[in-house]
């Protein structure tokens, strides 16, 4: 190749500009340099270069992001939430600059602890409350504590929510799946003599919708006891009923440290935030304690402290008070338009909390092509597997991201692609 000065003059332009070029290929490999010689072209092997990717244009993602699924954009404030952020990086920026703690940010435990105290009954320190990027990822956490307290069976509820039973069967845990009835699980099939964990959600079933009774719930709590065994509560989206006040959670019962509570605030705020909870035992939360150094936070460090300045400011409580009516007008609007337009194919349980309703849906469809021809229309259908046969399939219909003007327009819609 020609000389550093050589090419500098050829080309016009500064022998640093050169030299930088050929320093480049060198670390590269594309040359060699031999001393007192000069630089070499190298024998670089493969010399095909791979077709540019075809990637598609901002514009079309956007539009892609836009036209998923229908949502309602005034069921959430995000301007109170962007206050709360500015917050956040005007006042605590120096926070940012250290990682999280893999327990979670102690001032959104301190706040969640005051929260489940009013509104759920449940009495815990800070101490007890691990953090995490959903649910399933603090059953993992929950999984890895159940080895260390040498625990390696779990019963589920049947039906249940399959996510979480999922991760207890990838952990290689024992599962026994436990049928419900209208009172909860059935008790009386639990495992004896062995230490365990149930897994339940008993105020709000899924997806049956129904509510263990204060008197299972003891017998539920007196099991867990005589066994030397847990409960994990999953009381996902326990604040939003409908009819009367919320159901108080198990957790709020158990005089004897039992009961290991789940919570998230996906279901209140918005979908996207991801920012769930668990509140351990003591004995439990010893036993993270030891091993939480190994793990890294998965939540971001900002939105854990956006969500405590949110809740600290009284947001969080307004906005639930705010879900709680309007989810309300859309669960009734929903359900009479069902029944005005899926009438003889379409039955409706589950209508009295939460952000969506069961449906059992006669159709010839097989069941992910009637999801798929929902979501054509920006609806979202979740199958539930473990209802569903040939002739009547089982879905969550996700009611809460339609807005209320639009309800009997798009029901109507969907009815004419399942039907």
Same mark, same amino acid.
């Given at each position: #190749? ?18 930088? *070029? ?57 301007? =109170?939430?962007?206050?709360? #952020? ?11 600059? #250290? ?42 956490? @929950? ?5 260390? #307290? ?7 509820? *049947? ?30 099939? !639990? ?28 017998? @539920? ?61 003591? =004995? @439990? ?19 854990? !402290? ?68 929902? =979501?054509?229309?920006?609806?979202? @259908? ?38």
């Amino acid at each position: #190749m020609p000389s550093i000065r050589r090419l500098s003059a050829d080309l016009g332009v500064s022998v640093t500009t050169v030299d930088a *070029a050929y320093s480049q290929l060198l670390v590269e490999g594309y040359v060699n340099s031999i001393p007192k010689s000069g630089y070499y072209v190298s024998d670089v092997y493969g010399q095909n270069q791979a077709e540019m990717v075809n990637v598609p244009k901002i514009e079309e993602f956007e539009n892609n992001i836009e036209n998923q699924y229908i949502y309602d954009r005034d069921s959430f404030d995000f301007i =109170k939430w962007k206050k709360s #952020m500015a917050k956040v990086f005007n006042e605590y920026a120096h926070l940012l600059h #250290m990682e999280s703690d893999p327990q979670g940010e102690y001032k959104l435990r301190y706040e969640i602890a005051r929260y489940v105290y009013s509104s759920r009954g449940v009495n815990c320190n800070p101490d007890q409350i691990v953090i995490g990027a959903g649910a399933q990822q603090l059953t993992t956490h @929950l999984a890895r504590i159940l080895r260390l #307290m040498n625990i390696n069976h779990v019963s589920t509820e *049947a039906p249940g929510y399959l996510p979480i039973q999922n991760i207890f069967k990838d952990v290689d845990l024992t599962i026994t799946k436990v049928p419900i009835k209208e009172d909860g699980i059935t008790i009386e099939k !639990l495992p004896t003599n062995i230490k365990s964990l149930v897994y339940v959600s008993p105020s709000n079933q899924f997806p049956s919708g129904y509510v263990m009774p204060i008197g299972r719930r003891y017998e @539920l709590l007196k099991w867990a006891e005589d066994n030397d065994s847990y409960i994990l509560e999953d009381d996902y989206d326990s604040e939003l009923r409908y009819f009367g006040r919320p159901i108080p959670a198990l957790k709020s019962l158990d005089a004897k440290n039992r009961v290991v509570y789940m919570g998230s605030f996906s279901s209140t705020l918005f979908n996207s935030i991801k920012i769930s909870y668990v509140i351990l035992t003591p =004995k @439990l939360a010893e036993a993270f304690d030891r091993i939480k150094d190994l793990y890294s936070q998965t939540c971001s460090k900002s939105e854990q !402290l956006c969500l405590a300045f949110f809740m600290e400011d009284g947001h969080y409580y307004r906005n639930i008070k705010k879900c709680r009516r309007l989810f309300s007008l859309k669960l009734n609007e929903a359900v009479a338009s069902l029944e005005k337009y899926g009438a003889g194919f379409v039955n409706i349980t589950n209508t009295k909390s939460g952000i969506n309703i069961t449906l059992g849906i006669k159709s010839e469809q097989e069941l992910g092509e009637l999801i798929e021809n929902a =979501k054509s229309i920006g609806v979202l @259908l979740r199958p539930i597997y473990e209802l569903s046969n040939k002739e009547t399939k089982m879905v969550s219909f996700y009611y809460n991201r339609i807005p209320i003007n639009n309800m009997e327009e798009t029901v109507k819609k969907l009815i004419d692609k399942i039907g």
